[in-house]
């Protein structure tokens, strides 16, 4: 069992999951799977931004996923891809303490590849960035302007602007990406003194990989996947 796993674990061996705890004595599956959306990985292919959508329930976190992590017969695997932006859209409000998502790396990848995370909130799906204005490979960095060079600034959002960020050595088995201390502070909310995450209902959470993200191109792009998002609400 990973390190981070093991935070979410009782001595019981029931997943420690703060308020979701206190709906099911046995962990509230159900009052888990519908705080959250189909989970949404982006990626670039043939020059656009298109979407793989992933049910919770069925691809994403379950007892057979959170115990071996591995999907289940016949369910809908999260397939290698060089994702740019993963997106957890939220169905109620969740005061978010932690979370963590296992990233492994496809066989054909090379090993231990360092891989960094940004994590941006958008309280609703207006204020969230639109596919035709985030930055793809093809896209250049600079224009003439006035007869200076100057960067083109996308849809992307900042560096400035995440609310968190962490880094992983990727490697060919699922291994987790764990995010807290949360800073809020350019959402429209008053900063959270605890560092927690308000998330409200109808909001989203996108992860950034920045190593598959145009903006980066001195990073080596990963084809990965992803599995069994934990997230602790208290």
Known sequence: MSSILSLFILSSCTPNMGVFDKEDKNFGFDDYYSSFGDIVGKYEENNNFTDDSYDIEKSITNENIMEFLEWEDGAKKVEFRQYVYIV?????????????????????????????????????SDSCPEDNKLKKQSDPDTKTEDGKEVVIEYGDPKKDDRIAYSTLNVNHTFEDVYFENFHQTTTGDSYVSDNCLLAKEDSYLY????????????????SISFMNLLVRAI
Do not use: Q
């Open 88 to 124: 957890i859209p939220f169905e109620r409000d969740l005061k978010i303490e932690s979370l963590a998502l296992y990233i492994a790396s496809n066989s054909t990848e090379p090993r231990n590849v360092e891989l960094e995370f940004s994590l941006f909130y958008f309280k609703d």
């Open 207 to 222: 992860i950034r990989v920045e190593n598959n993200s145009a903006l980066n191109r001195n990073m080596t792009p990963i």
